[in-house]
């Protein structure tokens, strides 16, 4: 099994809500990461999970909080978001968080803040 | 530091006709270079990765990729093209930035004309 799973498909919140974003992926992999994608832009790193623990925050808002629970789930929180955080978040996974590793990427949760 | 450049926004080619996507690196120490492809409103898919070796790369759906060392260039290929290749590349470079991280190139649009 090669893939990694998003849910939701389609967010759309208003600048109030609190709602989560999840991915899940059953190959063992030991890093997962959440990339921010705007329209034919390439996708921007926002967190990299390590075995589980937080390894890397490229400076993102404290309005994104994310969550790694167990090795094959990934949380992303989201909390009093802007119009401008609309995007699509994109979850990916690799054995390792190491050079040469291949990233597998979910289909991507299209979120939409009014 | 480490960067990936595309010079093209878009590629055209004819179905049938060889391809060719563009992308030259700026990296500090050994490179770890990729290729993804991403369909409409889909996550982003592995193609093909240079790691070390053979400068001819084979990947996934016929695509091969060509590392360069002294143009520090790692060009996509395919011999012939179908239409159902149109989508859009993104060239990366996988290493130590103050953690293990993926850059991106700013991406390829192909479109294949039957």
């Known amino acids: 099994d090669t893939e990694v799973t998003q849910t939701p498909k389609h967010l759309v919140m208003g600048m109030t809500n609190k709602k989560s974003l999840k991915c899940e992926q059953h190959?063992?992999?030991?890093?997962m990461y959440w990339y921010k994608q705007k329209a034919k832009k390439p996708p921007e790193l926002m967190f990299v999970y390590s075995y589980e623990k937080l390894s890397i925050n490229e400076s993102v808002p404290s309005r994104f909080s994310p969550e790694c629970p167990n090795s094959s789930l990934l949380n992303l929180h989201l909390h009093a978001l802007q119009p401008e955080d609309s995007a699509l978040y994109l979850c990916?996974?690799?054995?390792?968080?190491?050079?040469?590793?291949?990233?597998?990427f979910g289909p991507g949760t299209r979120l939409l803040v009014l | 530091a480490q960067s990936v450049a595309q010079p093209e926004d878009q590629v055209n080619v004819a179905e049938g006709n060889p391809l060719t996507v563009k992308c030259t690196y700026s990296?500090?120490?050994?490179?770890?270079l990729f290729w993804y492809v991403q369909y409409p409103n889909r996550g982003l898919q592995f193609l093909l990765k240079y790691i070390t070796g053979d400068n001819l790369v084979k990947g996934s759906y016929g695509f091969e990729a060509e590392f360069n060392k002294s143009q520090t260039s790692f060009h996509l290929k395919k011999p012939s093209a179908l239409v159902s290749d149109s989508a859009l590349y993104f060239c990366?470079?996988?290493?130590?930035?103050?953690?293990?991280?993926?850059?991106f190139g700013a991406g390829t649009r192909l479109f294949v004309k039957a």
């Open positions: 190959m063992g992999h030991r890093a």
């Open positions: 990296v500090s120490g050994n490179p770890y």
């Open positions: 990916a996974s690799s054995k390792l968080a190491g050079e040469g590793e291949t990233q597998y």
């Open positions: 990366a470079v996988n290493g130590y930035t103050g953690g293990f991280k993926t850059i």
